[in-house]
C-alpha cells in the first residue's frame, strides 16, 4: 500500500505537469504569435517524441535499474525547466526555447512512463497489479479532462515564467517521493537472453518473444485494429458530425469531448473491481460488441428526424461515456495480462514496441478518413467502421491461444 501511494503521488505530479505545460505554453505561443501552425506545432512536438523514444526507452528499462530511470527523468525534468526559469529572467521566453523544452519534457516523460509501466508488477502484490493500473488509466483519464482547464486558468491568471518555476518544484519533489518506492517489493521471472548484445539486438529480443507468444499477438492485434478503427470513424467523423452537420456549438462540442475521459475513468474504477470475478476474455468481448455499436451509432442522428440541439448533446455525451467506459475495459485488462505474462527482463522492450506497434497505425485511419470524409455520407464510416471493428476483434479474441 506505501508503494501503491508514493506510486499514485509520483505519476500524478509527472503526468499532470507534462500535460499542463504542453497545453499552458501552446496557448502562449498562440497568443504571442497568433498562428494556429505555431500553435499546432507545439502540441505536435509534444506527441511525437513519444512514437519515436518509446523502443529506446523500452531498451533502457530492461537494460538499467528501472528505479534509477524514473527517478532520474523526473529529477531531469525538474531541472530542465528550473534551467528554463533561469533562461527567462535575462531573455524573453521565445519559440525556439519553447519548442526544445516541449520536446526535451515529451522525452523525459517518455523514458518515465516506460519504466514506471514495466516496473509496476514489482511495484505490489500480484492481486494489486489491477488496482495499480485502474489507478494509473484514472490519472491519465483525469489529466485529459483537467489539464486544457488548469492551463487555461494558469495561463490566464499566473505568469508563464512563475508556472515554469513551480513545474520545476513539482517534478523534483515527485523524484524525491519515487526514491521512497521499494522496486523490488514483487520479484517477477526472467528468461535467458544475450546480454552482449546492443539495442538492435535487444529490438530483436523482443520482437521474437512477441511472435513466439500467440495471447501477446492477440492484444497487439485487438489494439492495432482498434486504434485505426477509432481515427478513422470516430476521431475525424465525431468533429465534423457535431461541427458541421448538426452545427452544434463549440461549448457543446467541448462538453461532449469531456464526456470521453469521464467514461474512461467510470471504467477504470469499475474494471479494477470486478476483473477478478469474470472470465477477462469474456469481459474483452463484451467490450469490444460494446465499443463497436458505440461507434456505429455516432452517425445516427444524421439518418433520424432533426431533433433539438440539447436532444443532440445528450445524445453524444451518452455515446462518448459508454465509449469511455468500453475502451478502460479492454486497455486496463489487457496491459495487467501483459505485465502478468512478459518476465521481468523483457517487459520493458516488449511493452515499447506494442505500443509503437498500436500507435503508429492510428495516423493511416486519421489520412484515410480525412480523404474520404466529404466523398461519402459520414453515417456510412461510422456504420462501417463499427461493424468491421466488431466482426474484426471477435474473430481475433475468438482464436484459440497456440501452446508455447
Known amino acids: 500500500m506505501k508503494n501503491l501511494g508514493l506510486f499514485i503521488i509520483g505519476k500524478l505530479i509527472s503526468v499532470f505537469g507534462s500535460a499542463i505545460y504542453t497545453f499552458a505554453i501552446g496557448l502562449y505561443v498562440l497568443k504571442q504569435t497568433g498562428s494556429g501552425f505555431s500553435f499546432a506545432l507545439t502540441l505536435f512536438v509534444g506527441l511525437i517524441p ?24 523526473d529529477f531531469a525534468n525538474g ?7 533561469v533562461l527567462t529572467l535575462k531573455f524573453e521566453l521565445n519559440q525556439p526555447m519553447i519548442y526544445i523544452s ?17 516496473a509496476k508488477p514489482n511495484l505490489v502484490a500480484d492481486e494489486k497489479l489491477m488496482s495499480i493500473n485502474s489507478l494509473s488509466k484514472v490519472i491519465d483519464s483525469t489529466a485529459l479532462i483537467l489539464a486544457p482547464v488548469l492551463g487555461g486558468l494558469i495561463f490566464a491568471f499566473t505568469d508563464i515564467k512563475t508556472f515554469i518555476l513551480i513545474n520545476a518544484v513539482c517534478f523534483i519533489f515527485s523524484a524525491v517521493i519515487e526514491t521512497m518506492i521499494d522496486f523490488n517489493y514483487n520479484i517477477k521471472s526472467t528468461v535467458e537472453i544475450n546480454d552482449d548484445g546492443g539495442f538492435v539486438e535487444d529490438i530483436k529480443d523482443g520482437l521474437t518473444y512477441i511472435r513466439k507468444s500467440s495471447e501477446i499477438v492477440k492484444m497487439i492485434n485487438v489494439l492495432v485494429i482498434l486504434n485505426f478503427f ?20 463549440s461549448n457543446q462540442y467541448g462538453i461532449i469531448q469531456g464526456a470521453f475521459p469521464v467514461g474512461m475513468i467510470l471504467g477504470a474504477v469499475v474494471v ?8 477477462y476474455m469474456k469481459l474483452l468481448i463484451f467490450s469490444s460488441i460494446t465499443l463497436s455499436v458505440a461507434i456505429a451509432l455516432l452517425g445516427l442522428p444524421l439518418i433520424l428526424a432533426d431533433a433539438s440541439s440539447l436532444a443532440y448533446m445528450i445524445y453524444y ?12 475495459f479492454i486497455d486496463v485488462p489487457i496491459l495487467w495480462l501483459m505485465q502478468k505474462s512478459i518476465p521481468d527482463n523483457l517487459r520493458g522492450k516488449v ?7 498500436v500507435k503508429l497505425i492510428a495516423p493511416l485511419g486519421l489520412v484515410i478518413s480525412g480523404m474520404i470524409i466529404n466523398s461519402v455520407p459520414v453515417y456510412i464510416m ?19 491461444n497456440k501452446p508455447a
Not at 477509432?230 to 456549438?249: D, E, H
Not at 511493452?351 to 506497434?357: A, G, N, V
Open 50 to 73: 513519444t512514437i519515436i523514444f518509446s523502443p529506446v526507452a523500452g531498451y533502457m528499462s530492461d537494460r538499467f535499474d528501472k528505479k534509477k530511470i524514473v527517478v532520474s527523468m
Open 79 to 85: 531541472m530542465m525547466f528550473l534551467i528554463l526559469f
Open 102 to 118: 516541449t520536446f526535451m519534457t515529451t522525452v523525459f516523460t517518455t523514458f518515465f512512463g516506460i519504466a514506471f509501466e514495466a
Open 230 to 249: 477509432i481515427s478513422f470513424s470516430v476521431t475525424v467523423p465525431l468533429p465534423y458530425i457535431i461541427n458541421n452537420l448538426l452545427n452544434l456549438s
Open 272 to 279: 479494477g473491481r470486478i476483473i477478478e470475478k469474470i472470465d
Open 317 to 328: 455525451i451518452s455515446i462518448m461515456v459508454i465509449f469511455g467506459i468500453a475502451i478502460s
Open 351 to 357: 511493452l515499447s514496441i506494442s505500443m509503437s506497434i
Open 382 to 400: 461510422t456504420f462501417a467502421g463499427g461493424g468491421i471493428l466488431m466482426l474484426s476483434n471477435l474473430m481475433i479474441l475468438n482464436q484459440k
